[in-house]
């Protein structure tokens, strides 16, 4: 139990230090499990960390994508849940993702490869958190009318020409498959 609550204290600092993506990869991993199996009973501190790491006044800082890709996990941890044990995740929407439609707003106009990657992290929580039931935040008309908004906005995008000419070969091929740009346009098809 120790080690577990010094993994749980540490693991968001340290992937902020991270550079590597294949140890990016491993820490969205570990993070996606101990979120399934601790949160929120034995790590209820969680959202409030997330929440000071998306807070962060550089949009591109490390900070806001290890809070970003965490509350990912937080929301794939209820993503298949129905009614009362759902209520965290509507807690969570509640209590983040407005930060998370302000950062999307400022951010529709960028398409650095860092913007595309944002905008990608922030629609796959969006979209993992609503695509079973709604959240209760976005029942009403107004703020399904902004989440509605982002999504198209992100999808009419002029996508990059060197990610649109046909081609069979295979570096090119997967050198799309990491742009995010790229990401977001497959996934949201």
């Not at 995008?157 to 091929?173: F, G, Q, R, S, W």
């Amino acid at each position: 139990d120790e080690d577990k609550k010094y993994v749980r204290d540490h693991i968001l600092l340290a992937y902020t230090n991270v550079h590597s993506e294949a140890v990016a990869k491993q820490f969205d991993y570990t993070i996606r499990w101990v979120t399934k199996i601790d949160f929120p009973e034995k790590w209820p501190e969680l959202a409030i960390l997330i929440k000071e790491y998306i807070h962060s006044e550089d949009h591109y800082d490390s900070k806001v994508f290890v809070g970003l890709y965490t509350l990912k996990s937080v929301c794939k941890r209820y993503e298949y849940e129905f009614k009362a044990k759902r209520d965290p995740l509507n807690e969570i929407v509640d209590e983040l993702f407005p930060r998370l439609e302000e950062i999307a707003s400022n951010s529709l106009s960028d398409n650095s490869d860092q913007g595309w990657r944002l905008k990608n992290l922030i629609g796959q929580c969006f979209y993992i958190a609503n695509q079973l039931i709604l959240c209760n935040r976005y029942i009403s008309h107004d703020a399904l009318d902004s989440l509605v908004t982002f999504s198209k906005t992100w999808l009419e995008a002029e996508i990059d020409e060197h990610l649109t000419n046909k081609t069979e070969d295979m570096e090119v091929i997967d050198e799309r498959y990491k742009s995010y740009q790229w990401k977001l346009k497959i996934t949201s098809m």
